[in-house]
């Protein structure tokens, strides 16, 4: 599907942006620094392209049909890494904000892509925060070098591709009917994700429970107030078949957290509270697991120090997502051999991935043996 370029400017805001560059220099080429510098040095580019999800995607405090994505790659002497931003609207970042912080950078400077912590700490360095943005070019670095060096990343990292777990497939909060087509359509997974934290709780869990006896676990996103009636609420999610519990309480409740994952009889996994590699440390005896995210951690090199982290602590580790194309989410799949369980459905939910890569069977995680991060260009979008 093309996208018209100029009245996506218009659409999304971006009209301050193009005004003071041409468009074309927004869209197609590399960031503020081309490559008049070194011409041996990274060369970065990057393309703005709005996610269309299947299914209003509702969560407890907001709902979306789309998400903004910026896609990425980086050329090096004749190979090319992709990378990806997706900006889900709770976490601030914008096409625009990430289109601003990666045409701040100068990649030129590098040229040898191997140096991904050197890289990635210049990166870093330029601005606080912009965690997607960031991740759009270590994803980028990780598929450039893994192409280079002709070999998958659960490879590099040591990983056995047949440890891959099974994902959960989301189902939102919607009414009954929906809850009950939602479960016939996810068929092919072994566990379900049931986003909770609204009045309807119960309705959600005892609707699913009407047609699958398959495990659920469940995302309240910060939305149950009370520890008590948390608590509560998980001691009857246990005896309906609920494997954990994800960021049951708002993740500035520190005290409530910790007191629920002493007390809970089921796992309770951060996720809001847990964005980068400083925060497993402080999330060990608060939360029995994390769930890590490429968008929150600034990529896969943090995500697999996170990773290697969490286990040290004895804490167990989900793999997430959040709506993406292939590219990320076959970056994040690399990791996934090592991780307790995946939340790695984010590509299924929409209509116009860009990208072919890691595939589920039967509910399994499937890694190709494609080098980098395993995907396959299916729509040239630049
Ligand atoms: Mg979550």
Known sequence: MKTNRRNFIRTTGLLAIASTASIESVFATSAAFPSKNKKNGLS??????????????????SSRKTTPDVLTKIDFQGYTGYGEAS???YLGESIESVIRFLSKLDLNQFTDPFQIE??????????EGNCAAK?????????LTGKIMKQPWHNIWGFDKEKTPNTSFTIGIDTP???????????????LKVKLGRETDKMMIETIRSVSDKPICVDVNQGWPDRSRALEMIYWLKEKGVVFVEQPLPKTAIDDNAWLTQNSPLPIIGDEAVQRLADVKKAWGVYSGINIKLMKCAGMREAHQMLTAAKALGMKVMIGCMTETSCAISAAAQLSPNADWADLDGNLLISNDPY???????????????SGIGIDVKEKLF
Do not use: W
């Open 177 to 191: 009917e929906v809850v009950r087509q939602k479960v016939a359509e996810a068929e092919p997974y072994k566990i």
């Open 87 to 89: 900006m889900p609207p």
């Open 135 to 143: 991740a759009a070019v270590d994803i980028a670095l990780h598929d």
């Open 118 to 127: 050197k890289i990635m700490h210049y990166v870093d360095s330029v601005d």
């Open 356 to 370: 072919t890569g890691m595939e589920i069977k039967q509910g399994k995680i499937c890694l190709t043996n494609e």
């Open 44 to 61: 970065l580019s990057f393309v703005p392209h709005e996610l269309q999800l299947k299914h209003v995607f509702t969560l407890a405090n």
